[in-house]
């Protein structure tokens, strides 16, 4: 069966039921080791540097100051 | 252009920068989260780029809050195309990685990632700033 056939069952759910169908789905997928490969635990490294406000924009306007006749 | 993604599943673009007469050859990761480039510290003194204090008006945040950086303009080469000047927050910390950021690898260079073929391409977008 399609999404696209269970949708309209779905939408006529009363409030209540969605709510608790979504939470359904939401624990099925908990349960997926490839859709949540994050392990438990575990120390991920964010590679992207975080910089206090205006970074951006002098860099910007180094180029523009470089880019000047 | 295509390339592969490195055997760690990360987007690492081979690049050439040259600054002076020193050249540097360096893997920069392409983040489009990241505001900036960033040039970690060794490799801006292998290129002998000259620190500055009063031009370091840039800071790093969260862990490594307080850590100056200054701004850097770079000649950088990707493959056959032709150098773009890239603007860099040179960090005084080797704890960062060469990052290619929004400003401004991606605004000189189209990015697609085929994450799911372990493949991205780059292609200048034809406003380059070149050198």
């Known amino acids: 069966m399609s999404l696209a056939e269970v949708l309209p069952n779905v939408r006529a759910l009363p409030a ?11 624990e099925e997928l908990d349960l997926e080791p490839d859709i949540a490969p994050l392990e438990h635990g575990r120390t991920y490294h964010l590679a992207t540097p975080v910089f206090e406000a205006g970074a951006a924009a002098a860099l910007m306007q180094e180029l523009d100051t470089a880019s000047q006749p | 252009m295509q390339f592969a993604y490195s055997p760690a599943g990360k987007p690492l673009l081979p690049l050439t920068l040259t600054l002076g007469g020193e050249s540097l050859a360096v893997e ?3 983040d489009s989260g990241a505001d900036v480039n960033v040039l970690p510290w060794s490799a801006g003194q292998t290129l002998r780029a000259a620190w500055d204090d ?3 008006t840039i800071r790093l945040g969260g862990a490594l809050a307080g850590t100056p950086a200054m701004p850097l ?8 195309f032709a150098p ?5 927050a040179w960090c005084r910390t080797d704890e960062v990685r060469l990052v290619l950021g929004q400003t401004n690898f ?12 372990m493949e991205f391409s780059v292609a200048p977008n034809g406003r380059s700033r070149t050198m």
């Open chain 2, 106 to 117: 991606f605004m000189e260079f189209d990015v697609c990632f085929f994450r799911s073929r």
């Open chain 1, 16 to 26: 209540a039921d969605k709510l608790r169908l979504i939470r359904f789905l939401a």
């Open chain 2, 28 to 30: 920069g990761l392409l």
């Open chain 2, 54 to 56: 009063q031009r370091a």
């Open chain 2, 84 to 88: 773009v000047r890239l603007a860099f």
């Open chain 2, 73 to 80: 303009l770079i000649q950088a080469r990707v493959g056959e």
